[in-house]
């Protein structure tokens, strides 16, 4: 990657940015021509490949930029510093929203990411996924609180039961091809919800 990237107004990136979310979100990865992102961009083609060697390049900057833009969110909104698990993952998911109001787009790219399964792209997703993701949410579970939780759960359960769930709607959504960001808030506040009659501690 060229650092020059990097000397551009910050408007310019973001441009770039949300043009690379845009067709990457839209397309598989070897389907999504440099030439489309360089079009949304308003850039030349030849001027994108300056700032990036490659297409693989580019889409491996552009998730490394989910993950830290994410955690670095997560951290302003406090998500790491709750005792509580759906306090935590409602302000996770405040701070999702606020993201998504700047990178529109990130949202589907993500969750397309995740699932790509060409195999020049893949093994590098997933690699950087458990290095941001997992490390942060080791940390945060040594926060909470385990007199929460209702007496005799299996902790360990309810984190995989939960993680599962989320798994199984994003998919759904990528099969339907529709990211709809206010649509995910909807569902995932009602399942937050459900979650708590079940897990948390009665009073």
């Not at 998504?100 to 950087?128: C, G, W």
């Not at 929460?148 to 994003?170: H, K, N, P, T, V």
Request: hydrophobic share 40%; with cysteine; net charge neutral.
């Amino acid at each position: 990657m060229n650092e020059k990237f990097f000397s551009l107004p910050k408007e310019k990136q973001q441009k770039i940015i949300n043009a690379g979310y845009r067709v990457f979100s839209q397309n598989s990865y070897k389907n999504s021509p440099m030439s489309e992102i360089a079009d949304a961009a308003g850039i030349s083609k030849s001027l994108l490949f300056h700032y990036f060697h490659n297409k693989k390049e580019l889409y491996l900057f552009l998730w490394e930029n989910c993950a830290k833009l994410t955690i670095s969110y997560l951290t302003r909104y406090g998500c790491y510093k709750q005792q509580g698990l759906f306090e935590s993952m409602e302000l996770g998911m405040r701070a999702k929203m606020e993201l998504l109001h700047t990178y529109p787009d990130m949202a589907s790219f993500t969750i397309r990411a995740f699932y790509e399964k060409d195999p020049e792209i893949n093994a590098a997703v997933q690699e950087s996924y458990h290095k941001y993701f997992n490390l942060k949410a080791d940390q945060a579970r040594i926060n909470f609180d385990l007199k929460q939780f209702a007496e005799g759960l299996d902790i360990e359960m309810m984190y995989r039961e939960m993680y599962w769930a989320s798994e199984g709607y994003l998919w759904e959504m990528v099969q339907r091809g529709n990211v709809d960001a206010d649509q995910m808030e909807q569902d995932f506040t009602k399942l937050l919800q459900f979650w708590k009659k079940i897990y948390l501690r009665k009073e």
